[in-house]
């Protein structure tokens, strides 16, 4: 299965950061039916540790190691759920409509308070048919690039592949490739250059499985407090 852990947003944070596409070029060619290949509402996160493929008998291992990450912040782990309302079945795969269980870690005890974030600015990676265009992670980011040091070494400690590249936390809004011309790609990166959004305390990370293909879909493993 391929696995990242990831921070979303709240539905305010979504609902500006979509008046801000629809105001882009990037905005207008998506409503005028270009496939700029806009990320689905649902799947707007920021990723704060990326594992790749992981084989289904590890999950537990997974868990386990990001419970001890975030309890290094004194937050035990919330639930564990698939996909919104379902829980962890046989083999790790997503069971609907299943009641929450538990996850091990006692009751809830006193810590920091969670970091408030907020998305703004933004920029491109890659270019050409490779372009993806993204809105940065803005506010108490040094909060959440210790907790990702903290998932890397509990995962490391493991013996859990993930990937070790430096931390760059961003929302990826659209992979429009070679769909939107370079001038109107320069405007919105203008434009996203002047971009604040409203700020909101990151209260949960989420253990995410991807599903890969035209239209990728996540389901949700595991959720802790921070």
Known sequence: MRL???????????DDVADQTNRLR????????????LA???NLHVTVAFLG????????????????AVQDRHCPPVSRRGGGTATRGRRGTAVPG???VPVEGGAPESGP??????????GRFGRGRFTVLWVGL?????????????????LRRARVPHDFRPLRPHLTLARPGERLDRASLDEDLRTLDGYLGPSWPATEMVLVRSHLGPRPTYDRLATWDL
């Not at 990242?4 to 944070?13: G, K, N, R």
């Not at 992981?54 to 868990?63: P, Q, S, W, Y």
Request: no cysteine.
């Open 138 to 154: 803005l506010g108490e980011v040094d909060a959440v690039h210790r907790l990702a040091t903290a998932i890397r070494r509990e």
């Open 98 to 100: 299943a009641p929450e």
């Open 113 to 122: 308070a969670p970091p408030r974030l907020r998305l703004g600015g933004g």
């Open 53 to 68: 493929e992981v084989a289904d008998e590890r999950l537990r291992t997974v868990e386990d190691a990001l419970t001890r």
């Open 40 to 42: 689905p509402r649902s």
């Open 26 to 37: 990037l905005g207008a060619a998506s409503a005028a039916g270009i496939n700029v290949r």
């Open 4 to 14: 990242f852990v990831a921070i979303y947003p709240p539905p305010e944070a979504l």
